[in-house]
């Protein structure tokens, strides 16, 4: 497989339901061993580096099972995502966080465990901002939300963009990647079967059915 992504560049991963999408964000994030081939981030071979390495240079990662910390409110899942500002990435804060996501300003001091399923993917999202990264890995971020939340997530991300943010957005749903995405790849099994821009997948009906049909 061979992806990339240019800093400040939204890039939708698109496939199937166990095409490999969420297994290629954790080998990237490091939770998963790289069998072969190498991971390069910011110029540097991250392939065999632990998680928590990863993160240190600033690579984000929001898994599809939100992992909030329930019986912490929303100002502390925020503190505890706290990292050092970096060069080349944007800078967040908890008042810019509510900014973006205004539904967690409105909830601060509320447990995570208190939250809808929607409220719990902005408070990831914002929690992984934190940490300053310049490169955040979105992993099936409109997966079971209302319509309504999920366009807030659209305009969310297209927001982070504005800032810089360079982003990898595993998702199945088109739509939603037509909103926010620069370009695209389609993966089958763990390999790449297309790569170019939401307008050609758009174009051409043989490749929505053979790769992202259900």
Known sequence: MALDVAPGEVVALLGRNGAGKSTTFRAIAGLVPARQGQVRFGGADISRLPPHEIAR????????DR????????????SVGRQRPRAGAPAWEPDKLYALFPNLGELRRR????MSGGEQQMLTIARTLMGNPSLVLLDEPSEGLAPKIVEQMAAAIIAMKREGLAMVISEQNLHFARLISDRAYIIEKGRVRFSGTIAEIDADPAIRDAYLAV
């Open 67 to 78: 992992r909030i910390f329930t019986e912490l409110t929303v100002e502390e899942n925020l």
């Open 111 to 114: 447990l995570g465990g208190r």
């Open 57 to 64: 240079r600033g690579l984000g990662y929001v898994p599809e």
